[in-house]
């Protein structure tokens, strides 16, 4: 067992979890906790992070140090309604090297039409490169507007809705023989602001 495997094993057996309670929260397999226990996998990230907030303890400084790239924070996006935001300028924010790809960029959430998924606050990472299918979640822009949402295209193809996933909000219809300028980019992964 690794220092990772036995400060996770620790902070498991504290919190009164068995490993196949702790892999449902985390929407993983029991055996990958087990494998993360005993040092034969490292988890991701993101998992770290994940694992850190359920368990109530950090467990980054156990970790090996993550070998990063620097990606640019261009800004806000709504997460709610709509809103022209200012994406022109940035703060340089780290993405562990496993997940960088060239085009990536990061955004701050604002608002909870997204929430519990997204929250307001929370660190968005996307990539204007990766294939968008339907249920994926989208950074777009509409008509200079920028918003975070999920995507869904009809069979058709020719009718998309961005779909937030708090109902307190609507779903925004567009169709494709409209005269609008739409681009997107995927959402690949978050940094949750409480972390």
Same mark, same amino acid.
């Given at each position: 067992?690794?220092?990772?495997?036995?400060?996770?094993? !620790?902070?498991?057996?504290?919190?009164?979890?068995?490993?196949?309670?702790?892999?449902?929260?985390?929407?993983?397999?029991?055996?990958?906790?087990?494998?993360?226990?005993?040092?034969?996998?490292?988890?991701?990230?993101?998992?770290?992070?994940?694992?850190?907030?359920?368990?109530?303890?950090?467990?980054?400084?156990?970790?090996?140090?993550?070998?990063?790239?620097?990606?640019?924070?261009?800004?806000?996006?709504?997460?709610?309604?709509?809103?022209?935001?200012?994406?022109?300028?940035?703060?340089?924010?780290?993405?562990?090297?496993?997940?960088?790809?060239?085009?990536?960029? !990061?955004?701050?959430?604002?608002?909870?039409?997204?929430?519990?998924?997204?929250?307001?606050?929370?660190?968005?990472?996307?990539?204007?490169?990766?294939?968008?299918?339907?249920?994926?979640?989208?950074?777009?822009?509409?008509?200079?507007?920028?918003?975070?949402?999920?995507?869904?295209?009809?069979? !058709?193809?020719?009718?998309?809705?961005?779909?937030?996933?708090?109902?307190?909000?609507?779903?925004?219809?567009?169709?494709?023989?409209?005269?609008?300028?739409?681009?997107?980019?995927?959402?690949?992964?978050?940094?949750?602001?409480?972390?």
């Amino acid at each position: 067992m690794n220092e990772f495997g036995e400060k996770l094993k !620790a902070a498991r057996k504290k919190q009164k979890l068995s490993q196949q309670q702790l892999a449902d929260m985390m929407e993983v397999t029991r055996v990958a906790i087990t494998n993360y226990e005993l040092g034969r996998n490292n988890p991701s990230f993101e998992n770290v992070a994940k694992l850190s907030q359920i368990l109530k303890t950090d467990l980054t400084s156990s970790t090996k140090p993550l070998e990063t790239k620097v990606i640019p924070l261009i800004g806000k996006s709504s997460c709610g309604i709509p809103k022209d935001y200012d994406l022109n300028g940035y703060d340089p924010v780290p993405v562990p090297t496993e997940i960088y790809k060239d085009g990536m960029y !990061a955004l701050e959430a604002d608002g909870d039409s997204m929430s519990p998924k997204i929250s307001h606050g929370d660190i968005v990472f996307c990539n204007i490169h990766r294939q968008i299918d339907n249920g994926n979640i989208v950074h777009y822009w509409l008509n200079g507007e920028s918003g975070i949402k999920r995507y869904k295209i009809n069979e !058709a193809g020719t009718i998309i809705s961005l779909i937030p996933i708090n109902t307190d909000y609507d779903v925004i219809t567009i169709h494709c023989d409209e005269n609008v300028d739409l681009r997107m980019a995927r959402v690949v992964g978050r940094i949750d602001k409480d972390f």
